[in-house]
């Protein structure tokens, strides 16, 4: 409960600078919140299960949690080389107010 927590508190009160940090950081803590939870609903309750069953649905599901977490970092990380290394326009417009020919 920690974890879903403070991936709802970082969702509403964004953390971080950039956008595109909150964004990543809640992808992380909800990629890091399904591999526990995942792993703790998928274990064994009783003694009547296949464990064979059991394990192939845990490997699925906490590979695709982790996958969410590392794709998640690399968006970020691509994302941020994108903007370092390709900047956006400084100005969208210039305007010229220049005294000297607007008899002031």
Known sequence: TLLVGYAGLQGRLW????????YADLGMNLGLTLCILGAAFLMPASNHFDPERSKDALRGFVTSAVFLVLVSFAVAISYALYRRLCPSVAYGAFLCHHKGGAAA
């Open 15 to 22: 953390p971080w600078r950039t956008e595109l940090a909150n």
